[in-house]
């Protein structure tokens, strides 16, 4: 896991540009899932994949992969605020002797969200990876887009801790020393708590880059500015870089939402008129980056 | 492309096992894609991942990786005799200098069917792979379960060509040689073909492995016998291992189909009463095996 230039995003517009106006209610790149309709049902279709390379941290388990590869995809449809219903994936193995712990993984996170597993495919390669397929069913029609100047900026969860344990692994700490190990290695989708606040928010999405892509997507799709003026950084200590952790650490799967007020998460900042993500800091005002945690 | 020990069918069996009792209509590892109901619609559901070490044949544009992408994922929304309406896939590039291209071949073959692509996830790896994740919807339920005795055996165009052209490559043949190109590089899923077919006929599947291990997967689901005794090989002259080509050679992408009769396809052989799968040619009978082109 590295901080990159965001190339990855540069190839989303790409994505958008061919793909953008396809006749469906939001399109590819415009939210963490595509929301179409079927018969006259809301549906949520997504898909994610994680590999070896670029998400599995040190000592994770084979259990843990396919724990992990539903998660992340249920994730995106939390931040639709939708029920997930079905799952696929398709699994690129190194070695088969991992295949039955990884569909237990898949098994066991899919049975606490009621998650039905109906198909996949299987597939040999020396990195393994799998890519994972999600449709939920949304009650309304909640994006990026719709946060309103005066409202409050939510989390779930305070970020950062997924990747303050990453940089202790690689600093040498072994698992049993971090203080978020199941943050890392078993994140849970927020599904619960993304249908309570798909109800009364105004725009959401998950941080799975960074906090800070996350506030720049909700404030460019939103046309607001936003400004985090309660930072908490006391999760994160003693690490000296608990800013950048909080701001640009990847891989907390938290949902994070505008809305007047909400009960389910911790506030962290407001919207207002105006472009860009800032933050106030004992009183000074600095912009917040757009960067985070990016496979390339 | 290599011959092997069938070893993923062995892993199919495990998903079956874990996830084959959902309660779904038709679950993972019994047909070429789930069936469930969203509202009052029976919809299919699939996923298929290629990848440049095993399904790239030398010569392949980028365009065409990500038209084989998306059109050996319908296909198996072929074979369900629905029709395809969304498309999403994850794609991890070698090089970005491919994306694009690859996106075009998406797009190409997705308006090609009037499939509308509405997402995907984009990630780096050492090996260009495309996971494709379809949604189609179906008029019925029909699967590899349903031949009966007395049946013919029909299939779309007859196998083997897409395996003769690679075996050409293989043996230092040029693009331009190959007789069958088109099915190597662009191969066509037989979407309307399908949707056609699955009014009368009794059971169906794709051809991707190979003929035979696509109708050994009827011939156990409908608990029958199938004897092939009509065996052409002359499109596949002058091979010498026609007939190895016609029964065990990949990446047709063919429908094969059991129904009393069909002007949509080539009868190949009937449906009798018993177990396995047979040849009948020149007055002898022998068995055909469980193997063709597998990924391990
Ligand atoms: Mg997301
Ligand atoms: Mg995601
Ligand atoms: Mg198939
Ligand atoms: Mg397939």
New interface residues.
């Given amino acids: 896991m590295f901080y990159a230039n965001m ?2 995003f540069e ?2 517009k ?2 958008e540009r ?2 953008g106006d ?3 209610i939001t ?3 415009k939210h963490d ?2 929301y ?1 309709k ?4 809301l ?1 949520v ?5 994680v ?1 070896e ?2 998400d599995f941290p040190p000592y994770m388990l084979p259990e843990e992969m396919g724990w992990m590869a539903i998660a992340v995809t249920l994730s995106d449809v939390a931040a639709c605020g939708a029920r997930p ?2 799952f ?3 699994i ?1 193995l190194k070695s ?1 002797e991992f ?2 712990d990884i ?2 993984g898949i ?1 066991r996170c899919a049975d606490r969200f009621g998650v ?12 393994t ?1 799998i ?1 994972g ?1 999600a ?1 939920g ?1 949304a009650r309304r029609h909640i994006t990026r887009r719709g946060a309103k100047v005066g409202e409050g900026v939510f989390i779930t969860d305070l970020p950062g801790k997924a990747q303050l344990c990453l940089e202790m692994l690689e600093r040498g700490a072994k698992r049993e020393e971090l203080p978020y190990a199941e943050k890392l290695y078993t994140p849970v989708p927020r599904i619960e708590e993304g249908m309570r606040i798909a109800r009364y928010a105004s725009a959401m999405t998950d941080v799975s880059d960074s906090l800070a892509v996350s506030l720049h997507q909700i404030s460019q799709s939103s046309n607001v500015k936003i400004v985090l003026d309660n930072i908490v950084l006391s999760h994160l200590s003693p690490a000296e870089n608990a800013l950048e952790l909080f701001l640009y650490g990847g891989g907390d799967f938290e949902l994070v939402y505008t809305a007047k007020s909400s009960d389910d998460g911790i506030r962290i900042g407001r919207v207002e008129r105006g472009k860009g993500v800032f933050a106030e800091i004992d009183g000074k005002t600095f912009e917040v980056e757009f960067r985070g945690y990016s ?2």
Wanted: hydrophobic share 50%; aromatic share 10%; with cysteine.
């Fill in positions: 190339k990855e190839l989303i790409l994505v061919l793909f396809e006749d469906v399109p590819a790149g899932a595509a179409v079927i018969g006259n049902r549906i279709l997504t898909c994610d994949t590999n390379k670029s219903l079905y696929l994936s398709s690129s088969i295949f039955e569909l237990l098994k039905k597993v109906v198909g996949g495919d299987i597939d040999f390669s020396e990195i990876t890519a397929f449709i069913e496979h390339f």
